[in-house]
C-alpha cells in the first residue's frame, strides 16, 4: 500500500537507520568526542525503551576503525570470571585463561597499555549495567587504571535505567552522564519520518500530524513504544483501504447520486416555469417643463455653446478640473405669466470661461534626503568555512525571524538566512561564530528567553551556505 521496502518499525530499519530526534545524534557526538579525548567514561541513563541501546549501537558506527570493542550484557553476567573472559574474547587480546580473577585483569590493564602505544584503543560497553553485582562493579573500576596514563586504559559505556540503581554510588569526576529525555510531538514526528524513509517510502509520510502526536501521547514519549503502536497503525489504515476497494465501487454510487439530483432539478425547473410572475409595465406620464425651467434650460445652453466657441477658435488648454457650478443660480426677478409689456430679464451668474493660459500653481516639495545607512557584514559572509554556528529556528515567514532579532544583545552576531526548503523559502536563524562544537554547545546558555529549553542545531558556516540562496 504505502510502497516500503521493510518494516518502518522492525529490526532491519533499526540497524540501517538512527534518528537523531529529540537530541539523540547531539549526544552520540558528544560521548565519541568523551571517549576520544576526555578522561571521563560515559553513562547513559533512560527508562527501558527510551533508545539506549540504539544510541550506543550509533556511537561504535561513529568510531574509527582502531577501536576494538567488547559488548556485554549486564543481565547475564554472574562470575567475575566469566566477565574476564568475555572481555579477552572480544577484545582479541589473545591471554590465557585458566590463571585467576586478580590475574587475569591485572595482565588486561598491562596489555591494553601496550597496544594503545600502537593506536589501537579499546571499549567496553555494558548493557543493564546497573543490574551488575557489587564486586563485579568494583573490578570493572579498576580498569580505568592503577597509575598509568589516562590515554592509554581501556574505555567504558555504561547504559542503566537511573543512577539511583547502582549498590554503590559512582564518583561524578569519572563519569559524565547522558540522560535521555522521552519524545516531545516535534521530535516524534522526526522520528516517524526518518524511520519511514529509512523503509523507503520518500513520497510522504502516510500518517497525519494530530495522528503523530495521538501516537506518541498514547506511547508516553518512548521510542519503543511509538513504534509498535506506529506499525499496528500502518496496518489498521492498510486493513481499511484493502476493504473499501472490495466493497461496491465508489464511483458507480457517484454517478447514480448525479443521475438522480438531475431528475430533481429538471422536474423543479418544470413546475417554477408556469408559476412565473407576469411583471406588467405601468407607463408614466411626462410632465411638461415648467416656464422658470426652460429659461434656465436654453442659459446653460448658450453658456455651453460659447465655451464650445472659444475652445474651437484657440489652441488646446488645460481646462480646470472643477465643473461649473449652476445649482446655485438665482432668478432676480419672475417672469410674469402673460403680461402685455415686454417680459423682465431674468438675470444669471456670468459663465466663468477659463483662461487660454491658465497659471500653473507651483507647490513646493520638499526633498528629503535620506541618508543611506552604511551596510553591514552579514554573519554568514564573515563567518570562516570550518567555523560552527548554532542554528535556532526555521520557518517560512520571514517576519517571524526579524521579531526576534531586538531579544539580541548584538545584532552583528545573528543573522537570518533564506534557503529553499520542499520548494518553497525557508528561513533560518542562526546566532554567533565558534572555533568547536563544543564551545558552540556551552554559548547556549547565553542565548534569549526564548531559546533557553531548546537545543540549537550546531553547523558550519559551510553547509550552511551550500543551501543559502542568497
Known amino acids: ?33 568523551l571517549l576520544t579525548y576526555s578522561h571521563q567514561d560515559s553513562l547513559v541513563l533512560g527508562q527501558a525503551g527510551t533508545g539506549k541501546r540504539m544510541l550506543a549501537q550509533q556511537v561504535l558506527k561513529m568510531l574509527e576503525e582502531h ?17 574476564l573472559r568475555e572481555i579477552v574474547g572480544q577484545l582479541g587480546l589473545g591471554l590465557r585463561l585458566d590463571a585467576d580473577a586478580d590475574e587475569l585483569l591485572q595482565r588486561i590493564i598491562e596489555i591494553t597499555a601496550a597496544r594503545t602505544h600502537n593506536d589501537e584503543s579499546f571499549l567496553i560497553v555494558i548493557q543493564f549495567a546497573d ?47 547522558h540522560p535521555l529525555e522521552r519524545f516531545n510531538d516535534t521530535a516524534a514526528e522526526q522520528y516517524i519520518k526518518d524511520r519511514l524513509i529509512g523503509a523507503g517510502n520518500v513520497s510522504g509520510v502516510p500518517i497525519g500530524v494530530k495522528d503523530i502526536h495521538r501516537l506518541n501521547q498514547m506511547a508516553g514519549g518512548l ?21 473499501k476497494g472490495r466493497s461496491f465501487p465508489f464511483t458507480h454510487v457517484m454517478a447514480g447520486l448525479a443521475a438522480v439530483v438531475l431528475v430533481v432539478i429538471a422536474y423543479v425547473y418544470n413546475e417554477s416555469v408556469g408559476e412565473r410572475e407576469v411583471v406588467t409595465i405601468v407607463p408614466v406620464a411626462v410632465q411638461p417643463m415648467s416656464a422658470v ?6 442659459a446653460v445652453a448658450s453658456v455651453e455653446a460659447k465655451q464650445q466657441n472659444l475652445v474651437a477658435k484657440e489652441e488646446p488648454v488645460a481646462l480646470l478640473e472643477t465643473p461649473i457650478a449652476l445649482a446655485d443660480t438665482t432668478i432676480l426677478a419672475p417672469v410674469a405669466p402673460e403680461a402685455p409689456q415686454a417680459a ?18 507651483k507647490v513646493p516639495v520638499s526633498v528629503t534626503k535620506v541618508a543611506a545607512a552604511p551596510a553591514k557584514a552579514r554573519l554568514l559572509t564573515n563567518g570562516a568555512p570550518e567555523a560552527f554556528t548554532q542554528q535556532l529556528i526555521g520557518v517560512r515567514d520571514r517576519t517571524m525571524l526579524e521579531q526576534l532579532l531586538p531579544q539580541f544583545a548584538a545584532l552583528e552576531s545573528v543573522d537570518i538566512v533564506e534557503s529553499v526548503h520542499k520548494g518553497k523559502a525557508w528561513f533560518i536563524l542562526i546566532h554567533g561564530q565558534f572555533d568547536t562544537k563544543e564551545a558552540a554547545l556551552q554559548a547556549t546558555a547565553g542565548l534569549p528567553a ?21
Open 223 to 243: 521510542p519503543d513504544r511509538l513504534n509498535e503502536l506506529a506499525r499496528d497503525y500502518l496496518i489498521s489504515t492498510t486493513f481499511k483501504t484493502g476493504e
Open 344 to 361: 423682465k430679464i431674468v438675470e444669471l451668474p456670468k459663465a466663468v470661461v477659463p483662461s487660454a493660459e491658465p497659471q500653473s500653481v
Open 131 to 177: 543490574r551488575l553485582p557489587v564486586d563485579i562493579l568494583a573490578k570493572l573500576k579498576l580498569l580505568r587504571g592503577t597509575g598509568e596514563a589516562l590515554e592509554s586504559r581501556v574505555r567504558q559505556l555504561w547504559l542503566c535505567n537511573s543512577l539511583d540503581d547502582f549498590v554503590a554510588p559512582l564518583d561524578e569526576d569519572d563519569w559524565y552522564a
Open 1 to 33: 500500500m504505502y510502497h516500503l521496502q521493510h518494516d518502518p518499525f522492525g529490526a532491519l530499519v533499526d540497524a540501517m537507520v538512527f534518528s537523531g530526534a529529540g537530541g539523540r545524534y547531539e549526544t552520540a557526538e558528544t560521548i565519541r568526542h
Open 67 to 83: 577501536w576494538r570493542v567488547a559488548w556485554i550484557d549486564g543481565s547475564e553476567t554472574d562470575s567475575l570470571v566469566d566477565l
Open 450 to 470: 526564548i531559546f533557553k529549553d531548546q537545543t540549537p542545531w550546531i553547523r558550519t558556516f559551510k553547509s550552511i551556505r551550500t543551501e543559502a540562496v542568497r
Open 293 to 298: 425651467e426652460k429659461k434656465l434650460a436654453e
